[in-house]
T-cell receptor, first 115, second 112 residues
Framework: DQQVKQNSPSLSVQEGRISILNCDYT??????FLWYKKYPAEGPTFLIS?????DKNEDGRFTVFLNKSAKHLSLHIVPSQPGDSAVYFC??????????????FGQGTILTVHP | EAGVVQSPRYKIIEKKQPVAFWCNPI?????LYWYLQNLGQGPELLIR????????DSQLPKDRFSAERLKGVDSTLKIQPAELGDSAVYLC??????????FGPGTRLTVT
């Protein structure tokens, strides 16, 4: 039972265009949502997050949108740069129960930005 | 500020052998996590420590996996005996709050 799904294994975009990465979750107990970026042979690096009380958070070229009714979040990168090429993971945080504080990750989306 | 340090970076062992991974978290981070990442998947939590206490080890296969964080700083994850299916990347992370976790580079384990 996958609680966090990234349905697109890969995404290819042209430099300068927008990259949109999507993530769906099933559990309404999740209250904090994060995006991580991973280069080969490195650990994931925190990118941006959003609390469940907001629907948008922006940091430079990166914006995360949260649609709680649809249990969907997305990451927008504008403009995309070749250095953004990496694997992007969405992650959700458990707000309560025995798994309080636990991060659950999606499967990842490989983003390739072509010059 | 130094990041999360893990060693070794790569390890190749034969099945049924023991193996151990070491992690030193970011200074001041009380919470330490061990994750398992299989190819093409996201990290999956194995165990979480708050200081020296394991507060969530529900996903740790306790028949062969063990972990310790004796002084509430660095930590060791052990597998004994290793199986072919244990081949994966083992990631350590730390945090000072419950949300933003900082990951080490991981240890890539290959069991032959």
């Amino acid at each position: 039972d996958q609680q966090v799904k990234q349905n697109s294994p890969s995404l290819s975009v042209q430099e300068g265009r927008i990259s949109i990465l999507n993530c769906d979750y099933t559990n309404s107990m999740f209250d904090y949502f994060l995006w991580y970026k991973k280069y080969p042979a490195e650990g994931p690096t925190f990118l941006i997050s959003i609390s469940s009380i907001k629907d948008k958070n922006e940091d430079g070229r990166f914006t995360v949108f949260l649609n709680k009714s649809a249990k969907h979040l997305s990451l927008h990168i504008v403009p995309s740069q070749p250095g953004d090429s990496a694997v992007y993971f969405c992650a959700v945080l458990n707000a309560g129960g025995t798994s309080y504080g636990k991060l659950t990750f999606g499967q990842g989306t490989i983003l390739t930005v072509h010059p | 500020e130094a990041g999360v340090v893990q060693s070794p970076r790569y390890k190749i062992i034969e099945k049924k052998q023991p193996v151990a991974f070491w992690c030193n978290p970011i200074s001041g981070h009380n919470t330490l996590y061990w994750y398992l990442q299989n190819l093409g998947q996201g990290p999956e939590l194995l165990i979480r420590y708050e200081n020296e206490e394991a507060v969530d080890d529900s996903q740790l296969p306790k028949d062969r996996f063990s972990a310790e964080r004796l002084k509430g700083v660095d930590s060791t994850l052990k597998i004994q005996p290793a199986e072919l299916g244990d081949s994966a990347v083992y990631l350590c992370a730390s945090s000072s709050d419950r949300a933003e976790q900082y990951f080490g580079p991981g240890t890539r384990l290959t069991v032959t």
